[in-house]
């Protein structure tokens, strides 16, 4: 099921810009995950964040988690044109996960 | 939005026994559906690609015989665990798009005992 916000909806940089994605969220949750989509594909598992922590780093990609504000961030630094797709995020609260409505992310070459 | 509608949305079977789970889209029509799965407090793990009118790609260390997937129309996609174990139990999912948006079925969390 849909919940949370992501923005922006759809985003679109050069390459070698960073890209900066966010995900807010309404329940308390176990932790935050963050999958990538490309056109007609499944999604796949980017990098998953606990509740009890506040930033994850996985190669190019910088997730935060703030759970106060009930928000996460997806930073992906030096995009590349590879890195065109949708990303969601998916919160995970025990019963259930749920998503976002995600950002189409472009990398222009 | 397009709304995706998963049932049932939990399950309690036998071992041995099977369970079907059904994803419908219910205002759109998906030639496309994929079923993920998830461990407690896992990230999801894509099962497989199931298209209408031809057999589902299964990714790899998928049993295709323990997981049947069916196709059979535009708005319905069907999983069923067959011959469950308790090692089956987890939480089941699918989801299919509408351009590059995906909208996800409510999840089924099956548990075998």
């Known amino acids: 099921s849909q919940q949370g916000e992501e923005d922006p909806q759809a985003l679109s940089i050069q390459e070698g810009e960073n890209a900066t994605m966010n995900c807010s969220y309404k329940?308390?949750?176990?932790?935050l995950q963050w999958y990538r989509q490309n056109s007609g594909r499944g999604l796949v598992h980017l990098i998953l964040?606990?509740?009890?922590?506040r930033e994850k780093h996985s190669g190019r990609l910088r997730v935060t988690l703030d759970t106060s504000k009930k928000s996460s961030s997806l930073l992906i630094t030096a995009s590349r044109a590879a890195d065109t797709a949708s990303y969601f995020c998916?919160?995970?609260?025990?019963?259930?996960?749920?998503f976002g409505a995600g950002t189409r992310l472009t990398v222009k070459p | 939005g397009a709304v995706v509608s998963q049932h049932p949305s939990r399950v309690i079977c036998k071992s041995g026994t099977s369970v079907k789970i059904e994803c419908r889209s219910l205002?759109?029509?998906?030639?496309?559906m994929f079923w993920y799965r998830q461990f407690p407090k896992k990230s999801l793990m894509l099962m497989a690609t199931?298209?209408?009118?031809?057999?589902?790609?299964?990714e790899q260390g998928v049993e295709k015989d323990k997981f049947l997937i069916n196709h059979a129309s535009l708005t319905l996609s069907t999983l069923t665990v067959t011959s469950a174990h308790p090692e089956d139990s987890s939480f089941y999912i699918c989801?299919?798009?509408?351009?590059?948006?995906?909208?996800f079925g409510q999840g089924t969390r099956l548990t075998v005992v």
């Open positions: 989801s299919a798009n509408v351009g590059a948006e995906a909208f």
């Open positions: 329940t308390s949750i176990n932790n």
């Open positions: 964040i606990r509740s009890n922590e």
């Open positions: 998916a919160t995970d609260a025990g019963n259930d996960m749920r």
């Open positions: 205002d759109f029509q998906a030639t496309t």
């Open positions: 199931s298209n209408e009118g031809s057999k589902a790609t299964y």
